[in-house]
């Protein structure tokens, strides 16, 4: 059963950077598409970014141009490179799977941008 754990969360001023990272278990990481979604409160959980088993990317219009994804199939890693942070983007910070979970949800790491 693959388990994700996030990191990398924490309070940023407006304009600061944050990158988190997520470790999963298992061995079929590589074969997955992996995305980031964020949830913040009051909101229901919205994607921000994915990233297929070949590299190729997509994010959410409100992060392009500020948000890089990344993975490291050798290490069964992700991570999401986050730059010019804005209060907007305060939310917690999950992976999964993309389209859609292929494990539990982790806890998540918080984001705060706040000055």
Known sequence: QVQLV???????QPGGSLRLSCAASGSTFSIYAMGWYRQAPGKQREWVAFITSGGSTKYRDS???RFTISRDNG?????LQMN????EDTAVYYCNGWPGPFAAWGQG???TVSS
Do not use: A, F, R
């Not at 010019?84 to 209060?87: Q, R, S």
């Open 63 to 65: 992060v392009k141009g």
């Open 6 to 12: 996030e990191s990398g969360g924490g309070l940023v």
């Open 84 to 87: 010019n942070l804005k209060p």
């Open 75 to 79: 290490k069964n890693t992700l991570d």
């Open 109 to 111: 790491t918080q984001v």
